[in-house]
């Protein structure tokens, strides 16, 4: 354990001083996230235009809510994003085999190793979006409540990152990720709509088998409806019931791969 | 401008995503699936929990149609994928060969751009089909045959508006080591101001007279309002001509760009 | 063909300096130096002339090819191809050049060749009957049979390699940049090509820049060649001269008969030229060109000589040494 440790604290010194390296594309980041803040707290502000509530939740609980998405989107750029982009690549061009040679975790080494630095700006901004619709929201919010959301949104910003894994591992078998790619952020939008505007069959799917309500639509009711057992239970349940099928799915690809390649 | 070449460029382009694989295919109409799914619900609550009969001015089928029609076109117009052929060509230093071409630059990353066009096209026009197969066509909505073909041109005129628009934040590519950023922060712009998100008619009175300044209306929400027959015949001729305009606009503001950085410009290695 | 007249180029890179504090600084201020890629360049490059650009990786070969097919522009000075400025790239220009890049694919990667050609067709607008001639001309000379079909990225590197000739060819430039044409292939299609390269400037004589790290291609192709360093010419001129001018000497080796006749005396062969080896078998000596029959004549009087050979310098070290900036024979 110690010594995964040691590694990304390599991992993380490269990657500063690579970005640091292309300053534009640091400040352009800095620019992109800002503006895709902006723009999904305004699209919520224009509906609440028309309506009070939206999923049973008000236009300040809407923001606590989407900002808790921020800082998860925010993580997932900076720690895992890079590398599921470059995961695809490696397996379509045969670039692993240098990776699975390394007496180290595969999945570690290839989820972590490139951390974008260019990025930490945008979390600290999104944090500072996530601690600002907390301190403006008018009604009362426990401690506990709050720890508990903190807690889960971290809880998400995992399960977001196993969900993407689970959409990039067909690679190993299509060879073409373009297209999974495309479904992952299609699908990943309803990450960013309250879970209580879908109904029927399709809620019950998010919150279980593709659990992308569970991201931070649960967490955010936690907050704001107090943290009943059976809700933590569940988050977390469904959290490790993926995170299980993602390492099961992950060493079904690699024992493909490996005997696939000549 | 040489047709003759155009339209072999573009066929080339076209023949290659012809030749994708299913699951590609399979995929991008999931894509679609999901994207629609998304939208409905989301109105769907809107309607519901305002109890509103509408909402700036859109009934719930409607803003259905809209929502579907935006998808549909949309794909067509973004052509696909997010755009970066040019700044990949100025990084990786492909610019050259096309240098050393004697043609136009843009014409060629132009001509592989529409070449995706046709695909797309028939793409959502088959998607649109079987949407109206499954729903039939709302009563509420004045959507004829008519109004779809009307939509075409304006269609391919959003096309060819978006790739303009596009140019600038590529070219800087010459300066920058990575202009990703830039390519899906004009992504985040069009799709919110150029109603890609939810229809223009939402905003607050004072944005949407904003709004009807910029380009962005273009790519969107005026194809949209055409297909449904919600535009008259004067409205659109003046935006075709109004979005062809700002293509022109776009055009000279990338020319200084294009000049100064092609001078800088070192075929990447010495 | 080619005339170019004090062409220089600078780069602008960015200073760099380690720590994490120098780094965050960066991101709002930065150092830069200029780097000379190529320094006042002059020469010029006649109809069907194959001239050979040797010089170290980084000296600035790739930097001129880029400028004088108009990719680049100069930071100053004048060069005229066909008598048209390169970096103004009329079309008139370009429909007359072609360059090769061993090291970077130019054809469209997924498509197959055949493909590729009916794309240069339409962009050179190479009319219907020229175009199927020359590629026939082209295929024959290449020896190409069915890889025309298959898509480029599955090709061989050499199969590749001659996709690229013939790509670059079909419009029949009169002045051909090969940046490198050989790298990295066997020595079957490396041949295979310098024939190929040889029998196409004796059918149209364009001019033809060529560079290469292989002093074979240079041997074979080239009568003139151009030596930079740093980004200066510093030799141009005949390939023999380079031997006359910078290895005015030739190499006599003699094999001795064990036992018999004298021992061999390092100090007193010396008079004839450098001895390089001296043992009881064995003598080598590096004697002006002038004066070599006569000290291979002494030699064979004084010695038991079971075998006697004179060798011109590699060519290769005298140009290496050239590129380094040592002419002159280290003693």
Known sequence: MRRYLRLYLYFLRFSFSRALEYRMDFWFRIVMDTTFYAVELLFFTVLYQHTKLLGGWTLDQVFIFVSGYLVIDAIHMTVFSNNMWWLSIFVNKGDLDYYLVRPVSSLFFLSTRDFAANSFVNLLMAGGILAWSLIRYPGTLGSTNITWFLFLVLNGAFLYYILHMCFIIPVFWTHTSRGMVMAFFAVGKMMERPDQIFRGWLRRVLVTVLPLSVVVSLPARVLFEGPTPEKIVHILGVTACAFLFMAWFWRLALRSYSSASS | MRPGLFIHLMSIETRKLFSYRVDFWVTTVVNMVVTLIVFWYLWEAMFQESGASTIGGWSLPGILTYSVLISLSGRVIRGGDLQMAISTDIYEGSLSRFLLYPSRYFFFKYAQQAGAVLPELLQSIAMGALIVLVYGIPTEVPVTATSLLMALPTILIGHLLFFMLSVIPQLVAFWAENVWSLSVLLRFITMLLGGGMLPLSLFPEWAQSILAWMPFIYLYDFPARVAMGLVTQAQWLEGMLLSLLWCGITALLAVPFWRRGELQYTGVGI | ?331
């Not at chain 3, 990667?109 to 590729?116: E, S, Y």
């Open chain 3, 1 to 331: 063909m080619i005339k170019v007249q004090n062409l220089r180029k600078v780069f602008r890179v960015h200073k760099r300096e380690p720590g994490l504090t120098s780094s965050i600084r960066a991101l709002f201020r930065r150092e830069w130096i200029e780097k000379v890629a190529v320094s006042g360049s002059t020469f010029s490059v006649a109809e069907g002339e194959i001239v050979g650009l040797i010089g170290a990786n980084g000296a600035g070969k790739t930097t001129l090819l880029k400028m004088l097919s108009g990719i680049i522009h100069p930071t100053s000075g004048e060069a005229r191809v066909l008598g048209s400025i390169p970096w103004k790239r009329e079309n008139s220009f370009r429909t007359q050049i072609a360059l090769i890049m061993g090291q970077k694919a130019q054809l469209w990667w997924d498509l197959p060749a055949a493909d590729c050609f009916l794309l240069l067709r339409e962009i050179y607008r190479i009319p219907e009957d020229r175009y199927r001639k020359n590629l026939g001309r082209l295929i024959s000379m290449l020896n190409i049979g069915n890889e025309m079909n298959v898509q480029i990225r599955r090709l061989s590197l050499g199969e590749r390699m001659k996709m690229e000739l013939i790509a670059a060819l079909l419009h029949s430039p009169r002045v051909v940049f090969l940046d490198e044409p050989t790298i990295g292939l066997d020595l079957t299609t490396q041949r295979a090509i310098r024939d190929f390269i040889l029998e196409y400037r004796a059918e149209l004589s364009p001019a033809m820049l060529l560079t290469s790290h292989y002093m074979e291609d240079i041997q074979r192709l080239c009568k003139r060649i151009i030596i930079l360093r740093e980004g200066s010419i510093v030799y141009d001129g005949s390939l023999r001269r380079v031997i006359e001018e910078y290895a005015p000497y030739k190499e006599i080796l003699v094999h001795l008969r064990r036992g018999i006749g004298a021992v061999p005396d390092a100090e007193d062969l010396s008079r004839l030229g450098d001895v390089v080896e001296c043992s009881e078998t064995q003598v080598k000596i590096r004697a002006p060109r002038d004066r070599i029959a006569e000290a291979a004549n002494e030699l064979l009087q004084r010695f038991s000589v079971a075998d006697l050979s004179i060798d011109e310098p590699e060519i290769g070290d005298t140009i290496e040494r050239i590129m380094a900036g040592r002419p002159e024979e280290p003693r």
